[in-house]
Protein backbone atom coordinates (compact mmCIF):
# COMPACT_ATOMS: atom_id res chain seq x y z
CA UNK A 1 0.00 0.00 0.00
CA UNK A 2 1.39 3.15 -1.11
CA UNK A 3 -0.74 5.66 1.04
CA UNK A 4 1.01 5.92 4.59
CA UNK A 5 -1.51 9.19 5.55
CA UNK A 6 -4.35 10.67 5.89
CA UNK A 7 -6.16 13.40 7.35
CA UNK A 8 -9.30 13.25 9.16
CA UNK A 9 -10.72 16.61 10.44
CA UNK A 10 -7.19 18.06 10.25
CA UNK A 11 -5.91 15.60 12.29
CA UNK A 12 -2.74 13.14 10.74
CA UNK A 13 -3.31 9.92 10.80
CA UNK A 14 -0.59 7.74 10.02
CA UNK A 15 -1.28 4.43 7.85
CA UNK A 16 0.59 1.50 8.00
CA UNK A 17 0.17 -2.18 7.62
CA UNK A 18 0.30 -5.57 9.23
CA UNK A 19 0.01 -9.08 9.21
CA UNK A 20 -2.50 -10.22 11.15
CA UNK A 21 -1.85 -13.63 13.87
CA UNK A 22 -4.41 -16.70 12.67
CA UNK A 23 -3.64 -19.19 14.43
CA UNK A 24 -6.02 -21.21 16.44
CA UNK A 25 -9.08 -18.85 15.01
CA UNK A 26 -11.58 -19.69 12.54
CA UNK A 27 -12.22 -17.68 9.41
CA UNK A 28 -12.82 -13.86 9.71
CA UNK A 29 -11.61 -14.14 13.54
CA UNK A 30 -9.26 -11.40 13.13
CA UNK A 31 -9.18 -7.54 12.36
CA UNK A 32 -8.94 -6.32 9.27
CA UNK A 33 -7.69 -3.34 10.44
CA UNK A 34 -7.06 -1.12 13.56
CA UNK A 35 -7.38 2.06 14.61
CA UNK A 36 -5.45 4.13 17.94
CA UNK A 37 -6.88 7.78 17.89
CA UNK A 38 -5.11 8.92 20.65
CA UNK A 39 -1.98 7.82 18.43
CA UNK A 40 -3.40 8.61 15.28
CA UNK A 41 -2.66 5.35 13.59
CA UNK A 42 -4.60 3.11 11.69
CA UNK A 43 -3.11 -0.48 11.26
CA UNK A 44 -4.97 -2.20 7.81
CA UNK A 45 -4.22 -6.24 7.33
CA UNK A 46 -1.99 -7.25 4.31
CA UNK A 47 -4.19 -10.40 4.27
CA UNK A 48 -7.05 -9.46 2.23
CA UNK A 49 -7.46 -8.80 -1.40
CA UNK A 50 -7.19 -4.92 -2.62
CA UNK A 51 -10.60 -4.03 -2.88
CA UNK A 52 -10.60 -5.58 1.07
CA UNK A 53 -8.36 -3.12 1.91
CA UNK A 54 -9.86 0.05 0.42
CA UNK A 55 -13.08 -1.27 2.16
CA UNK A 56 -10.98 -1.55 5.60
CA UNK A 57 -8.86 1.95 4.99
CA UNK A 58 -12.60 3.64 4.77
CA UNK A 59 -13.91 1.44 7.68
CA UNK A 60 -11.31 3.07 9.47
CA UNK A 61 -11.29 6.86 8.42
CA UNK A 62 -15.26 6.30 9.37
CA UNK A 63 -13.61 5.65 12.70
CA UNK A 64 -11.81 8.23 12.98
CA UNK A 65 -14.69 10.54 12.12
CA UNK A 66 -16.73 9.25 15.03
CA UNK A 67 -13.81 9.75 17.78
CA UNK A 68 -13.51 13.28 16.22
CA UNK A 69 -17.27 14.19 16.30
CA UNK A 70 -18.38 11.84 19.64
CA UNK A 71 -20.34 10.16 17.15
CA UNK A 72 -20.73 6.74 19.33
CA UNK A 73 -21.59 5.09 16.21
CA UNK A 74 -21.74 1.23 16.81
CA UNK A 75 -19.70 -1.31 14.96
CA UNK A 76 -22.36 -2.83 12.76
CA UNK A 77 -23.40 0.95 11.77
CA UNK A 78 -19.89 1.51 10.64
CA UNK A 79 -18.97 -1.08 8.59
CA UNK A 80 -22.10 -0.34 6.95
CA UNK A 81 -21.62 3.29 5.84
CA UNK A 82 -18.01 2.22 4.86
CA UNK A 83 -18.95 -0.77 2.37
CA UNK A 84 -22.08 1.37 0.88
CA UNK A 85 -20.16 4.41 1.08
CA UNK A 86 -17.38 2.52 -1.17
CA UNK A 87 -20.02 1.11 -3.13
CA UNK A 88 -21.43 3.80 -4.27
CA UNK A 89 -18.02 5.56 -5.26
CA UNK A 90 -16.65 2.65 -7.07
CA UNK A 91 -20.51 2.03 -9.57
CA UNK A 92 -19.37 3.27 -13.09
CA UNK A 93 -22.84 5.23 -13.30
CA UNK A 94 -21.28 7.69 -10.30
CA UNK A 95 -18.11 8.11 -12.94
CA UNK A 96 -19.09 11.70 -13.57
CA UNK A 97 -20.25 12.83 -10.14
CA UNK A 98 -17.67 11.67 -8.15
CA UNK A 99 -15.02 12.82 -10.77
CA UNK A 100 -16.52 15.94 -10.53
CA UNK A 101 -16.47 16.28 -6.75
CA UNK A 102 -12.57 15.12 -6.42
CA UNK A 103 -11.17 16.91 -9.23
CA UNK A 104 -8.30 19.26 -8.28
CA UNK A 105 -9.79 22.39 -10.55
Known amino acids: MKINKVYIM??????STYTPQHEGLSEGAYNSGLSQHTRQIIKVSTDQ?????????LHEILHGVDYQCQLELTERQVHVLATSLLQTIWDKRNKNLFGMMFSSD
Do not use: R
Open 49 to 57: PEDGVADTL
Open 10 to 15: GKKYDI
